[in-house]
């Protein structure tokens, strides 16, 4: 019987933030188009984003939140993030979000990465669910989800502001039975 290598898939892996990923943390984070899909509303300074890293906790049930790097195995390159956000260890479920450097979109490092995240969420973590909102018209992020067996099951009206208007977000669920 093979273990299961929660981790990693051969094309790529997940490991926790460390000091060298400062820089592409910095210019996601400051990358004022990526804000309206998250609740980011300000800049970050680097120290901010230094001392976020020095500070990092990995267990998710004591820091509630676990920030995971995408990593390309064969150059070793990071090209993205994973979080795990809002976990509630009594229901057993957690939000979900993921960032994937535009260098490496509609590659299918996504899909790779939310298939570990729910795989690790599932089996090592014992979660129920992830979760995840996603603005109506990120029709990207909305493949992306229901590829990896998320499902459309409410939608929020005017739920993030974009200037003066609102955009209404669907929300979004994986089980795990």
Known sequence: MNTPHYLHDGAIMLRCPEPYDLDIIYSWENDTELWTEGSANA?????????????????????????????????METIGAADLYEFDPHNRRAGVGIIIDRRFQRMGYGARALTLLSEYSRDMLGMHQLHATIAVDNEASLRLFQKSEFKICGRYRSWVRRGAHYVDVFALQRLFT
């Open 43 to 75: 800049p970050f300074t680097r120290k901010i984003i230094e001392e976020y890293i020095d500070s990092y906790n990995p267990d998710i049930y004591s820091a509630r939140q676990l920030r995971l790097m995408i990593v390309k195995i064969d150059t």
